[in-house]
C-alpha cells in the first residue's frame, strides 16, 4: 500500500519561495510517474507539474518558469520549488503517484499574501 506525505507549505508573501515535499512508502516510487497537483476553494482540482519514471517534465503554463519538479529515487522523494509565487498560487497542494492505479496525499496548504 502506497502512503503520500507532503510537507512544506505554509503562509509566504508574493514573490517568495517555498519548496514542497512528497515522500512516498513502499517500493513503486521509482517505477513511477509523479504529480503536483493544487485546488484552490471553489475551484476544480488541476494539474501543476509533473514528472515521469524516465524523467520527462511537464508544466501547467501558469507556472512554468517559476516551479521546478524534481524527484530523488533513492529518497522516495518529490520536490516541488516554488519560486516568485503569486496570490493566485494559493490553494492545496496534492502529491499524486501514478502505478497500476492513482495515488493521492493528504495536500498541503500554500497561502500566498499580497
Known amino acids: 500500500q502506497v502512503q503520500l506525505v507532503e510537507s512544506g507549505g505554509g503562509l509566504v508573501q508574493a514573490g517568495g519561495s517555498l519548496r514542497l515535499s512528497c515522500a512516498a512508502s513502499?517500493?513503486?516510487?521509482?517505477?513511477?510517474?509523479m504529480g503536483w497537483y493544487r485546488q484552490a476553494p471553489g475551484k476544480q482540482r488541476e494539474a501543476v507539474a509533473s514528472?515521469?519514471?524516465?524523467?520527462?517534465?511537464n508544466y501547467a503554463d501558469s507556472v512554468k518558469g517559476r516551479f521546478t519538479i524534481s524527484r530523488d529515487n533513492a529518497k522516495n522523494t518529490m520536490y516541488l520549488q516554488m519560486n516568485a509565487v503569486k496570490p493566485e498560487d494559493t490553494a492545496v497542494y496534492y502529491c499524486?503517484?501514478?502505478?497500476?492505479?492513482?495515488?493521492w496525499g493528504q495536500g498541503t496548504q500554500v497561502t500566498v499574501s499580497s
Open positions: 514528472v515521469t519514471s524516465g524523467g520527462s517534465i
Open positions: 499524486n503517484l501514478n502505478y497500476f492505479g492513482d495515488y
Open positions: 513502499g517500493n513503486s516510487f521509482r517505477f513511477a510517474n
